[in-house]
């Protein structure tokens, strides 16, 4: 991944009233993958900044047995259920970066102001550009429609980017219609539900199901590396509540004493170059309204997300893991 000069010369100008000269970010990205992101950030403020990587799982809990001794700055994770698992927790202190707010829309910024999102996805079906005519996917509920009996591949919903998505079902459809959809699922699917996005991705275009629920970020490098590639991505819910989304999220620890180069930090995360070259590295969209999409994203076409808060959704996943459960979505 490639960081911009233009960083640097950016960063220059900022004068940091850092406590120390070392940031502790806590993530689930390893040191080595953010590299490219950290090094201008400490070339041109002098602050070092010190991953440690775990899970997420064992991120949250290593924040719950330091409590405020915790030597985490920054809290750094892959999406709204680790993140707003965090925020429930009360590990999370407000940011007070004016530069977070200007540049990042609304809902994408914990309405708290504990975190916000860096870059996203959206999470919308996949269908095989040589079966399905993509007029027929206009919903979310479509998925469940009898005619795609035997035909539906989803990925295993013991993961945080499906119950993610329950909770965004829960937020705008209720508890009984999601669980109605959920069941139609289970009904539709062409196999039980597999390990990863990328397994529904390749069972699409191998022709196992027709249809398949992935995050937009898995199919962008596949059809940008073979425009042959028979898996196309249609966005949901265009004339009703917009397209689930969900991205890599960002706060400052309850426990950081460094809040100034913290704040600093998350500036930097949302400056145009960061977010252009990093969103198109890992091929999302950037948080910031200033920067561009990758050429990929913009050739999936524009489309219509949901506004609604991301820390309203968050809210909402345990109710939408029960749900998942109920409806024998395995």
């Given amino acids: 991944m490639r960081i911009l000069s233009a960083i ?45 990587f775990a899970s997420s799982t064992d991120l949250l809990k290593q924040l719950e047995t330091e409590g405020l001794n915790s030597r985490a700055d920054l809290y750094l994770d892959k999406d709204i259920v680790y993140m707003g698992e965090a925020n429930r927790k009360g590990f999370l202190q407000s940011f007070t970066s004016n530069g977070v707010a200007d540049k990042v829309p609304s809902h994408l910024i914990s309405n708290d102001k504990n975190w916000f999102l860096l870059f996203y996805r959206a999470r919308t079906v996949m269908y095989n550009t040589q079966k399905v005519n993509p007029e027929d996917l206009k919903t979310y509920a479509d998925l469940g429609d009898p005619k795609w009996k035997g035909q539906l591949c989803v990925r295993t919903s013991k993961n945080s980017y499906n119950e993610a998505m329950a909770a965004y079902f829960i937020k705008h459809f209720g508890e009984i219609q999601t669980s109605a959809l959920l069941e139609s699922w289970v009904k539709n699917l062409a196999v039980e539900p597999l390990k990863g996005d990328r397994d529904v991705i390749a069972a699409i275009a191998n022709g196992t199901c027709a249809i398949g629920v992935a995050n937009t970020y898995y199919l962008a490098p596949i059809v940008r590396d073979d425009a042959t590639f028979p898996v196309g991505v249609r966005f949901l819910e265009q004339d009703k509540v917009g397209a689930h989304i969900n991205g890599v999220g960002i706060g400052i620890t309850k426990s950081s004493k460094n809040t100034a180069a913290a704040n600093a930090f998350l500036e930097f995360m949302v400056s145009k170059p960061v977010q252009e070259a990093v969103a198109g590295g890992f091929s999302q969209y950037p948080a910031s309204k200033e920067a561009d999409m990758a050429p990929i994203l913009k050739e999936f076409g524009g489309f219509a997300e949901d506004t609604t808060n991301v820390n309203s959704v968050s809210e909402l996943v345990p109710a939408g893991i029960e749900l998942m459960k109920k409806a024998g979505y395995k």
């Fill in 8 to 52: 640097v010369t950016l960063l220059a100008a900022v004068s940091v009233q850092a406590k120390t000269d070392k940031l502790v970010l806590y993530s689930s990205y390893d040191g080595e993958r953010l590299a490219p992101i950290l090094q201008p950030f400490t070339q041109a403020t002098g602050i070092e900044v010190e991953v440690v």
